[in-house]
């Protein structure tokens, strides 16, 4: 089965083409820069060199044209014909609270997703305009599904999506915590549960996606019950340039002592907090990480303060479960960054983790790196957000293309 995974951003699309019969990615690419004057195209086929172009994308349509020519291409092609592609799945961040599972893209739940918008709208409308692009360009019969970020979070209880605000603030107004990088944690949990040999629906964890986002989140027997982002994406851990959590009487003394407005308060605590604000070098760990080593003060407040809000997390969301197979760490940093690991790991004595030194040290694989006689698991498991949105739509296409 041919399933082609569609990121469709404001500027950029980004897609990889799967045989899910093997799981391996056929080709991928990166479209950058549409509707500006010198767009990018970049195009990878398997075991092959990457091919770069510049050519202007007018917009969403134009750039997905370029995506089926370059796959139906005679020379670095994989397919013949684009009818070859089984199902077409999409990565759309909001579901809200109507959307709880991965969906079949029609007219009824493409009217959701709009509705859901105002909720996302610096992603629902890109992430749409690539669906309608490629509705417009495939046969109708082609399924196109739809998986949400927010969609493994469905499963949290009341007590950890309701804030402690009046209660018309939920049933009037909507505002709930919906949890965010669903997909991944989704993903990484069903590895780790495979990797130790128990089934999903038994597995309990916590897991720890740390990149330029950030969330922790609870599972308990394969659903998530817990997770550190909310209504939005600011809370939680710090994260790149966004501060996670704070007190919200900071935002009153910005408004009136500071007189600054929304947009102002908007820029402070996303674009400007977390990594990037604490160290004032940058919101890659990797610049933060090096300066801390070369002795810079700032950069090493920005990770003290990084690793006991994770170390933080991680035992507060233990809170909503039974038993912890594992804590499994993942996306850039987790699965990048020994020295975190470690850092992080040291927090948690009370839960009597040991790690084994030599096991941490190892990037880019599946793999427990506490020492047996750690009191939990320790994992790392690098995430796959595209091939899980591709099993999702095998998943929910099987039926109408067998
Ligand atoms: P992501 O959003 O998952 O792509 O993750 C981006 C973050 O991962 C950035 O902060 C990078 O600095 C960080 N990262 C990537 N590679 C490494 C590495 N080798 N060591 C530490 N951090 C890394």
Same mark, same amino acid.
Do not use: W
């Given at each position: 089965?041919?399933?082609?995974?569609?990121?469709?951003?404001?500027?950029? /699309?980004?897609?990889?083409?799967?045989?899910?019969?093997?799981?391996?990615?056929?080709?991928?690419?990166?479209?950058?820069?549409?509707?500006?004057?010198?767009?990018?195209?970049? @195009? *990878?086929?398997?075991?092959?060199?990457?091919?770069?172009?510049?050519?202007?994308?007018?917009?969403?349509?134009?750039?997905? %044209?370029?995506?089926?020519?370059?796959?139906?291409?005679?020379?670095?092609?994989v397919?013949?014909s684009?009818?070859?592609?089984?199902?077409?799945?999409?990565?759309?961040?909001?579901?809200?609270?109507?959307?709880?599972?991965?969906v079949?893209?029609? %007219?009824?739940?493409?009217k959701?997703?709009?509705?859901?918008? +105002?909720?996302?709208?610096?992603?629902?409308?890109?992430?749409?305009?690539?669906?309608?692009?490629? =509705? %417009?360009?495939?046969?109708?019969?082609?399924?196109?599904?739809? +998986?949400?970020?927010?969609?493994?979070?469905?499963?949290?209880?009341?007590?950890?999506?309701?804030?402690?605000?009046?209660?018309?603030? @939920?049933?009037?107004?909507?505002?709930?915590?919906?949890?965010?990088?669903?997909?991944?944690?989704?993903?990484?949990?069903?590895?780790?549960?495979?990797?130790?040999?128990?089934?999903?629906?038994?597995?309990?964890? /916590? *897991?720890?996606?740390?990149?330029?986002?950030?969330?922790?989140?609870?599972?308990?027997?394969?659903?998530?019950?817990? *997770?550190?982002?909310?209504?939005?994406?600011?809370?939680?851990?710090?994260?790149?340039?966004?501060?996670?959590?704070?007190?919200?009487?900071?935002?009153?003394?910005?408004?009136?002592?500071?007189?600054?407005?929304?947009?102002?308060?908007?820029?402070?605590?996303?674009?400007?907090?977390?990594?990037?604000?604490?160290?004032?070098?940058s919101?890659? @760990?990797?610049? +933060?990480?090096?300066?801390?080593?070369?002795?810079?003060?700032?950069?090493?407040?920005?990770?003290?303060?990084?690793?006991?809000?994770?170390?933080? @997390?991680?035992?507060?969301?233990?809170?909503?479960?039974?038993?912890?197979?594992?804590?499994?760490?993942?996306?850039?940093?987790?699965?990048?960054?020994?020295?975190?690991?470690?850092?992080?790991?040291?927090?948690?004595?009370?839960?009597?983790v040991?790690l084994?030194?030599? %096991?941490?040290? =190892?990037?880019?694989?599946?793999?427990?790196?506490?020492?047996?006689?750690?009191?939990?698991?320790?994992? *790392?498991?690098?995430?796959?957000?595209?091939?899980?949105i591709?099993?999702?739509?095998?998943?929910?296409?099987?039926?109408? +293309?067998s």
């Amino acid at each position: 089965m041919k399933i082609l995974v569609i990121n469709s951003g404001s500027s950029s /699309i980004k897609f990889q083409f799967f045989d899910l019969d093997t799981e391996e990615v056929l080709c991928k690419g990166l479209l950058e820069r549409i509707g500006q004057d010198e767009g990018i195209f970049n @195009y *990878t086929k398997k075991d092959e060199e990457k091919i770069v172009k510049n050519i202007p994308i007018e917009d969403h349509k134009d750039g997905l %044209e370029l995506v089926l020519e370059a796959i139906t291409d005679n020379e670095h092609g994989v397919i013949n014909s684009i009818n070859e592609i089984d199902a077409v799945g999409h990565r759309i961040v909001h579901g809200g609270d109507r959307i709880t599972d991965s969906v079949i893209l029609n %007219e009824e739940s493409l009217k959701i997703c709009e509705e859901c918008s +105002v909720l996302a709208p610096l992603h629902n409308p890109p992430n749409l305009m690539g669906v309608y692009a490629l =509705k %417009e360009l495939l046969d109708e019969k082609i399924p196109h599904v739809g +998986v949400f970020d927010t969609a493994f979070h469905a499963t949290m209880p009341e007590e950890s999506f309701i804030y402690p605000l009046p209660y018309a603030m @939920y049933t009037e107004h909507g505002i709930r915590r919906f949890g965010f990088h669903g997909t991944s944690h989704k993903y990484v949990a069903m590895k780790a549960a495979e990797h130790l040999g128990i089934p999903f629906e038994k597995f309990s964890g /916590i *897991t720890v996606h740390l990149g330029n986002g950030s969330s922790i989140t609870a599972v308990r027997d394969g659903k998530s019950v817990d *997770t550190s982002l909310g209504y939005g994406t600011m809370c939680g851990v710090p994260m790149g340039t966004r501060a996670g959590d704070f007190d919200p009487a900071i935002i009153l003394y910005m408004i009136e002592k500071l007189g600054l407005d929304a947009k102002d308060i908007n820029g402070t605590i996303y674009k400007a907090s977390g990594l990037l604000g604490l160290s004032g070098i940058s919101s890659d @760990y990797r610049d +933060v990480e090096s300066a801390a080593r070369e002795g810079h003060g700032r950069a090493q407040i920005a990770i003290d303060v990084l690793t006991h809000s994770i170390g933080k @997390y991680i035992l507060a969301l233990s809170a909503n479960l039974d038993k912890i197979d594992a804590v499994v760490f993942t996306a850039g940093i987790g699965e990048n960054s020994a020295s975190l690991r470690k850092l992080v790991c040291n927090k948690l004595k009370v839960l009597g983790v040991k790690l084994d030194e030599t %096991e941490n040290l =190892k990037r880019g694989v599946t793999t427990v790196i506490s020492s047996v006689d750690s009191g939990v698991r320790i994992m *790392t498991v690098p995430t796959n957000e595209e091939l899980m949105i591709a099993l999702e739509t095998k998943r929910l296409t099987k039926k109408s +293309v067998s």
